[in-house]
């Protein structure tokens, strides 16, 4: 199995260069990768102390942020390194003053995350809810660089769980502690004869509360809503926007709404604006006219929310 696994992920590695042709997405996904090393020699100072997180996309980023912060004031003196997987995160986040630097992850094949964990020495690294990379996993426990995952929530249809998950479980076996959201996922973990845990929550919650404290003005959406009453339907999937879109057809509440869709590629926005047949616009159309009688708010951006 261990064979077959890095047996594709080379092989997705040699897809991307040809897959960036037909996808903007997949094109930062191969060209961001390509830098890093390069990256990471320019900027890493050996003497350094560093703390590594990872985080798939801007969504696991923002839950993380919390305890980024925490470690940020504990030790002022490491260097805090983000890495993401998702061109989502990595575009929004590559300039933020929130860490000392950001990049993305190489692809987990045996000779990056060797050459990775050279550059990096990290002394602790923190995986962000789903992220279970079994070579950087691996390669991490060889160097006994001690792995945390924090804000994870297990279910019981994941791979680990299966008959058929037993690679994937001998990789998340190799966390030092699981700081898992629920009861549910703890359980699981005492079934996979992990027990190595702690029940912290969700820290989407400790994120959601600063932000709200912080008040940040969005003066275009003020005006769009105009005191009125306003449902906002955050990082919309296909799924959710199948049972969203008729109740925003058929209400007649005087409600605005405001959706903000996970996919927000222009095929997807534009379908998405046929299917409503209420007065409609998206936030890069009322950046430009500042035109706001419309019922409904498609936001086309990415870090709004």
Known sequence: MYFLYNLLVSLVGIFLVPAGFFSRKLSLFYKGRRAVFAFLEKQLLSDNRRIWVHAASLGEYEQGLPVIKALKSAYPNHQILVTFFSPSGYEVKKGTQEVDMVTY???????NCSRFLDLVQPEIAIFIKYEI????LRELEKRAIPAILISAIFKKKQIYFKPYGGFMLKALKKFQHYFVQDQKSATLLEHAGIRNYTISGDTRFDRVIEILKQKEPLPLVADFVQGQACVVAGSTWPED??????????????IKFILVPHDIKKE?????????QKPVTTYSKLQAS???????????TIGLL
């Open 105 to 111: 992850l190489p692809l987990d094949t045996q000779s």
């Open 133 to 136: 990379w079994p070579n950087y």
């Open 241 to 254: 926007e199948k049972i969203l879109v008729p109740y925003i057809n058929k209400t007649k509440k005087p």
């Open 268 to 276: 997807h926005i534009q379908g998405l604006t046929k299917s409503i």
């Open 290 to 300: 500042g035109e706001t009688d419309f019922s409904v708010l498609i936001v086309d």
